[in-house]
């Protein structure tokens, strides 16, 4: 009866998804101006030669997915970061609270983490009493919504302007206007205070690079470096699928990565962390580092000579843009925090 009762539930979902008519006409635009803007960002390019050339590398890296723990692991902590593995979610998420129990953090800003959402963390932290803000933009409106992200990339994609400017009225209690200009405005106002009094910033990684024990970050708000610099401890969270040998790997990753997500050349922010930066108020004059790799099943996937092609996602999410059915009902209707790929 659990079955029948969820089915129709399902289907309730997904025709009000059809009935949404804003929903619906957002989809289409966007799906119809990303196909011409990504064909722009790969003009003169051998797309199919680029792609075939990644995918080999990622089949690469993870087959030798233990033996580049070990190594980033070994360099990492060289440099003074601390390394962990976390074999579920749910050890992921007990060690970056013990971290911040040991630490004495209260207050924790986050950048947009897929592995975050992966492993809910924000509902671990906040049942143990952490404050947790969001610092993408849509990331916050989502996590304001009290609901998860449609988009891999663009997690807000299903809201109209005048929905989030109804929220943010809510939020600050004045009443704010719809122009998005001003709605930017008014969530840096908001945030600028979270990043001054956080204890603990946490991250998601798009690589890690195991011959120097380097994280990178691809991001067009800028949110993840402060995130990384203004508190006095860093966590980032990252899937062994991010694992590449050298930072070359990385960037030939990175020139089909924003090309494919947004049809942009290159994202606004390409961020390298190479051990823990300055911190004038710690003893010794750096801040607290740690990165939590998280398995998860992956290694379980890598081991598999079908379903490890899925490791090869670079979480671009442009197979939702070219979905017919994303097109027509959105993210939230597909049962899942992401419609493909693993969530790393």
Same mark, same amino acid.
């Given at each position: 009866?659990?079955?029948?009762?969820?089915?129709?539930?399902?289907?309730?979902?997904?025709?009000?998804?059809?009935?949404?008519?804003?929903?619906?006409?957002?989809?289409?635009?966007?799906?119809?101006?990303?196909?011409?803007?990504?064909?722009?960002?790969?003009?003169?390019?051998?797309?199919?030669?680029?792609?075939?050339?990644?995918?080999?590398?990622?089949?690469?890296?993870?087959?030798?997915?233990?033996?580049?723990?070990?190594?980033?692991?070994?360099?990492?902590?060289?440099?003074?970061?601390?390394?962990?593995?976390?074999?579920?979610?749910?050890?992921?998420?007990?060690?970056?609270?013990?971290?911040?129990?040991?630490?004495?953090?209260?207050?924790?800003?986050?950048?947009?983490?897929?592995?975050?959402?992966?492993?809910?963390?924000?509902?671990?932290?906040?049942?143990?009493?952490?404050?947790?803000?969001?610092?993408?933009?849509?990331?916050?409106?989502?996590?304001?919504?009290?609901?998860?992200?449609?988009?891999?990339? #663009? /997690?807000? =994609? *299903?809201?109209?302007?005048?929905?989030?400017?109804? &929220?943010?009225?809510?939020? $600050? @209690?004045? !009443?704010?206007?719809?122009?998005?200009?001003?709605?930017?405005?008014?969530?840096?106002?908001?945030?600028?205070?979270?990043?001054?009094?956080?204890?603990?910033?946490?991250?998601?990684?798009?690589?890690?690079?195991?011959?120097?024990?380097?994280?990178?970050?691809?991001?067009?708000?800028?949110?993840?470096?402060?995130?990384?610099?203004?508190?006095?401890?860093?966590?980032?969270?990252?899937?062994?699928?991010?694992? #590449? /040998?050298? =930072? *070359?790997?990385?960037?030939?990753?990175?020139?089909? &990565?924003?090309?494919?997500? $947004? @049809?942009? !050349?290159?994202?606004?922010?390409?961020?390298?962390?190479?051990?823990?930066?300055?911190?004038?108020?710690?003893?010794?004059?750096?801040?607290?580092?740690?990165?939590?790799?998280?398995?998860?099943?992956?290694?379980?996937?890598?081991?598999?000579?079908?379903?490890?092609?899925?490791?090869?996602?670079?979480?671009?999410?442009?197979?939702?843009?070219?979905?017919?059915?994303?097109?027509?009902?959105?993210?939230?209707?597909?049962?899942? =925090?992401?419609?493909?790929?693993?969530?790393?």
């Amino acid at each position: 009866m659990q079955t029948a009762r969820n089915l129709k539930e399902y289907k309730k979902d997904v025709q009000g998804a059809l009935d949404n008519d804003f929903l619906r006409e957002a989809m289409d635009k966007f799906a119809v101006a990303y196909r011409t803007s990504r064909a722009n960002a790969f003009a003169g390019m051998d797309v199919d030669g680029l792609v075939s050339e990644i995918a080999a590398a990622k089949d690469q890296a993870i087959q030798q997915m233990d033996a580049l723990y070990a190594e980033f692991k070994t360099n990492a902590e060289k440099i003074g970061i601390h390394v962990h593995l976390a074999a579920t979610a749910e050890e992921a998420n007990r060690i970056i609270a013990d971290i911040a129990r040991q630490t004495n953090s209260k207050k924790i800003v986050k950048s947009k983490s897929m592995t975050a959402e992966e492993t809910l963390l924000n509902h671990h932290l906040e049942a143990r009493g952490l404050e947790v803000t969001e610092t993408d933009l849509g990331e916050w409106i989502i996590q304001l919504r009290h609901e998860g992200p449609s988009h891999m990339v #663009m /997690p807000a =994609i *299903h809201l109209s302007r005048y929905q989030v400017a109804d &929220l943010f009225t809510d939020v $600050t @209690g004045k !009443a704010q206007d719809s122009e998005i200009e001003r709605l930017v405005k008014v969530a840096r106002r908001e945030l600028r205070q979270k990043y001054i009094e956080a204890d603990m910033g946490i991250t998601g990684a798009n690589f890690a690079i195991a011959d120097t024990g380097t994280i990178g970050l691809t991001t067009n708000e800028g949110n993840a470096r402060l995130v990384t610099t203004l508190p006095r401890v860093h966590v980032a969270l990252v899937g062994l699928d991010k694992l #590449m /040998p050298t =930072i *070359h790997d990385a960037l030939r990753i990175n020139r089909v &990565l924003p090309k494919n997500a $947004t @049809g942009q !050349a290159i994202t606004s922010y390409v961020t390298w962390i190479t051990g823990p930066n300055a911190f004038a108020a710690a003893e010794n004059g750096r801040k607290e580092m740690h990165i939590v790799f998280l398995d998860n099943g992956r290694r379980a996937i890598a081991k598999d000579p079908v379903f490890s092609q899925i490791l090869r996602c670079v979480r671009c999410g442009a197979c939702a843009n070219v979905c017919p059915v994303y097109r027509m009902v959105g993210g939230h209707q597909y049962g899942h =925090i992401f419609t493909s790929g693993p969530s790393g």
